[in-house]
């Protein structure tokens, strides 16, 4: 390649708070226009922000789970800007002192044997209230404000500038989405705006200083982010190469053209005149606040991987089983029944038939029909030889139509016990050879294509119940 992308995302977390971030107006989606706003988050004379003491512990935890630096004495600061749904012409944000320093996020690239990973070092977390928001789509010629959303808790996470093309920078935003999730500190809904990230883009010779950044904003869609760097990436190399300057801007992505436009020329820090918030103290963080948010947090992703990676599975493997804390939680469900034993078995199953069947069927994993006690005791059932991996399917479809509580019940019920007697598999290969003379000439010929046709017709004549190994080895030994 004769360019160099360069990347770095700065990413809107909202907190998992059920009030602002400076009042006691709910954060609660879907409210009627206005409807959860306070005099506070307008900024009315006479009024004072007393900071959520919650959103505080969720930036804490954040910083713990990126094994960044905790400021223990952090400080908000103004942000002054106009714009129609900020109702106090300014942002209460922090600058000089963001409450977490540093961290960094492991990026998973690639499938199977291929996979690899990437460090993202990230440069800062700050805490800060949002904007309102304007609607266009209602009011013809005119614009609505929707202030609702103002004074929200946010958390703004911004990345270096280390990821080089838009599969890295979205394999980060899902690694981010997934482990604020993960911790509990944002429901990650993207629809509703909950995980925002604006993507900062552009291009270089290998080798040379960082080129003209453009900022593509709101970004709240994995495969929109995709599209919209792939086509900034372009856009700016073709500039380039016909001898235009690159401008530093805020731009849009129109899913609908697949295009960016330019929305305004991009501001500096010092455009924004920063200055401390005379109205909140600092935050102080105690020792003893940190520790007691260590206590409380779960196991992260990579100890979960590292771990199950010491029970037999691959490093792609226990990447996919904890893509997120759901997928998680029910592989370890299932292999609290099935046992560590099982545990490629279980991630099999998992990844595969489930997975499949609820892509299908368009479900979330918590509204499975079953259960992560009820896989497991499937697949202990084909662990111990009980059923075939084949019945093992037929007992999964049953599960799931809701026709028993648990595998051992629908075995019982349908009669679908594994043959294991010798005796009677041994009948059954008799029978098999005897009405089918023209396969076993063509295996004894050399064609080994026969020996499948044989097994075929044992595994029918047995309804599938009998042992595939006792069937192959009884099989050979009488061919031989």
């Known amino acids: 390649m004769t360019w160099e992308v360069v990347i770095g995302i700065e990413t809107h977390a909202q907190l998992a708070t059920q009030s602002k971030i400076f009042s006691g107006a709910s954060t609660a989606f879907g409210a009627e226009p206005n409807v959860q706003t306070s005099l506070i988050d307008l900024a009315m004379p006479g009024v004072l922000p007393v900071v959520n003491r919650e959103a505080v512990g969720c930036a804490i935890r954040f910083g713990l789970a990126v094994g960044a630096k905790i400021d223990q004495h952090s400080i908000f600061a103004r942000k002054n800007y106009f714009y129609p749904d900020l109702p106090k012409g300014y942002q209460i944000s922090q600058f000089e002192n963001p409450v977490v320093v540093g961290g960094q996020i492991v990026l998973q690239l690639g499938q199977g044997d291929d996979l690899v990973e990437k460090v993202v070092n990230l440069t800062r977390a700050h805490m800060e209230e949002d904007a309102g928001k304007s609607l266009h789509e209602d009011f ?46 944002c429901d ?13 883009v552009s291009v270089r010779k290998p080798g040379q200083p960082f080129g003209t950044r453009r900022e593509i904003k709101n970004l709240n869609s994995f495969r929109f982010m995709q599209q919209a760097i792939d086509y900034e990436v372009q856009w ?8 235009r300057a690159i401008q530093q801007a805020t731009v849009l992505f129109d899913p609908d053209t697949g295009e960016t436009r330019a929305m305004r020329s991009k501001e500096d820090a010092q455009d924004y005149r920063y200055f401390p918030d005379p109205d909140l103290l600092p935050i102080v963080i105690s020792d003893e606040w940190i520790d007691r948010v260590r206590g409380e947090m779960p196991e992260l992703p990579q100890a979960m991987r590292e771990r199950f990676q010491a ?7 226990a990447a996919a089983v904890t893509a997120s804390l759901e997928i998680a939680r029910y592989y370890e469900g299932t292999l609290k029944v099935a046992g560590n034993a099982q545990a490629k078995v279980a991630a099999n199953w998992i990844m595969g038939d489930f997975s499949a069947r609820l892509n299908r069927e368009g479900l979330d994993i918590d509204a499975a029909p079953v259960t992560p006690e009820q896989l497991g005791g499937l697949i202990a059932r084909i662990a111990d030889q009980t059923i075939s991996n084949a019945i093992g399917k037929k007992v999964f479809d049953a599960l799931w139509q809701g026709q028993g509580k648990s595998a051992d019940e629908i075995i019982e019920a349908q009669g679908l016990k ?13 029978e098999v050879l005897a009405a089918n003379p023209g396969n076993v000439a063509e295996f004894k010929a050399g064609k080994e294509k026969a020996l499948n ?22 099989l050979k030994k009488k061919l031989s």
Request: charged share 20%; net charge negative; glycine share 10%.
């Open 418 to 430: 594994q043959i294991t007697d010798t005796g009677a598999i041994e009948a059954l290969v008799d």
């Open 188 to 200: 990650g809904n993207m629809q509703e705006g909950s995980f925002r990230c604006d993507a900062n």
């Open 236 to 243: 700016q190399i073709n500039e380039l190469e016909e001898g």
């Open 311 to 317: 029970l037999g599975l691959s490093a792609y493997d």
């Open 140 to 185: 013809q010629g005119r614009t609505g404000v929707d202030l609702n959303r103002a004074g929200t808790p946010l958390l703004e996470i911004v990345t270096e500038p280390e990821m080089r093309s838009s599969a890295e920078a979205v394999a980060y935003a899902r690694a981010l989405h997934s482990l604020v999730r993960w911790i509990g500190i």
């Open 453 to 474: 046709a044989l097994v075929g017709q044992i595994m029918k004549a047995a309804k599938g119940k009998a042992n595939p190994q006792q069937v192959n080895d009884l």
